[in-house]
């Protein structure tokens, strides 16, 4: 790759501060977009939209088409890895997920090889994207990371994560292998991306919030190490993303003792924070999402703010979470303007 065709966000990932950071944003493909909701319409559901090649590269590159995003994110979710080892998984509309009786950890370790198999259609969405996208934007792919995968597939469904966080005190030894199993799933998952064309790898850790600094450590970092050394052991070189999300102040515990190039951070995260962790590693965030969707004056000030207290660092701006539906495309494109400069 000669240095002009770069993306800008593998320079971030590698440790270059620019000017303008690279900019994009979680849930960029998705129903804040019309063109996503016409093509939702004509998908049975939500599983075989993400597994039907076509029309997930298609999601993926829509946000791509009318605004400028430094990169774009594979359209995938994170409950296919549940589903691939053979937990039932399925949406119902305006209640999120749902999923099936937690199969016995034995039946979930026997389908671990076949998983990565059931998830090649991502594989072809990553190709499709990639072959489609300008050299100057990178592709990311993605998992969820244990600790959230396992608590969905223990809670079934949204909730507060109690269910799961009382069966990681009650049945540790259970939990630990829950957790090394859906690791070991998403390693070989991970790998299957990065050949597939995924440049950059992101761990969606959406369940960090609220947890004692010991389960912290065991649920969060542990396995999100397994996960990193698991790659790096099949040569896997793509550069991670880590999210915590709701990590708080042990987002520094976890950019200390997790090998990944870029710690994403939460609305909540102060400035003082970021610019530690930014000594070693990139940072992104933390726009609100709420903000974005509220607009204004205010929308300005925040992203002027962001890009004075870290961009004299390596900065990737995006939001604290995902993007909300019934957010205006013109407060994206605001966004946008600002720091692009197109
Ligand atoms: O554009 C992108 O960011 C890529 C696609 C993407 C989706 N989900 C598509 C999606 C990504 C990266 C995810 C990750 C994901 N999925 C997470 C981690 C990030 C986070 O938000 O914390 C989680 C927890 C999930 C699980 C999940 N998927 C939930 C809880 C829901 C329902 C809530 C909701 O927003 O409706 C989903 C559904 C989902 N995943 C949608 C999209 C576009 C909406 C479904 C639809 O269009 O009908």
């Known amino acids: 790759m000669s240095e002009h065709s770069k993306p800008d966000l593998l320079k971030v990932l590698s440790g270059e501060t620019l000017k303008r950071p690279p900019v994009w ?4 493909a998705g129903r804040y977009l019309p063109e996503y909701r016409a093509l939702r319409a004509t998908a049975p559901d ?34 296919l ?5 053979g937990q039932k998984v399925w949406f119902e509309a305006g209640e999120g997920p749902k999923l099936g009786e937690l199969p016995s950890l034995d039946a979930l370790e026997g389908e671990i090889e076949a998983s990565t198999f059931k998830l090649t259609p991502v594989g072809q969405t990553l190709s499709l994207v990639r072959a489609a996208l300008e050299p100057e934007r990178a592709l990311i792919g993605f998992a969820g990371a244990p600790w959230t995968v396992a608590s969905y597939m223990i809670e079934g469904g949204s909730s507060d994560r109690s269910k799961a966080r009382t069966f990681a005190y009650e049945r540790p030894e259970d939990m630990d292998r829950l957790l090394d199993i859906v690791a070991r799933a998403s390693v070989r998952y991970l790998a299957m991306q990065a050949e ?50 709701g990590a708080s102040s042990m987002a520094q515990h976890y950019a200390d003792t997790v090998d990944v ?10 400035a003082h924070v970021g610019q530690a962790i930014q000594k070693t590693k990139a940072i992104q965030g933390a726009l609100d999402p709420l903000l974005l969707r509220a607009g204004g004056p205010a929308l300005d000030r925040r992203v002027e703010q962001l890009l004075d207290q870290w961009g004299d660092g390596p900065y990737i701006l995006n939001l604290g979470h995902g993007i909300l539906p019934d957010t205006p495309i013109a407060h994206v494109e605001q966004v946008l303007k600002r720091v692009t400069g197109q």
């Open 261 to 270: 190039q870029s710690v994403a951070l939460d609305t909540a995260c102060p």
């Open 46 to 79: 939500f599983i075989s939209f993400c597994l039907n090649p076509e029309m997930a590269a298609e999601a993926t590159l829509q946000p791509m088409r009318r605004l400028p995003f430094s990169a774009s994110i594979v359209f995938a979710d994170i409950l």
């Open 81 to 85: 890895i549940p589903g691939a080892l």
């Open 196 to 245: 597939a064309g995924a440049q950059v790898l992101k761990l969606f850790e959406s369940w960090a919030e609220g947890l004692p600094e010991d389960l912290f450590e065991r649920i969060v970092c542990k396995p999100h190490r397994t996960i990193i050394k698991g790659l790096r052991d099949l040569g896997v070189d793509t550069p991670i993303i880590g999210f915590p999300r």
């Open 25 to 28: 944003f979680m849930r960029q």
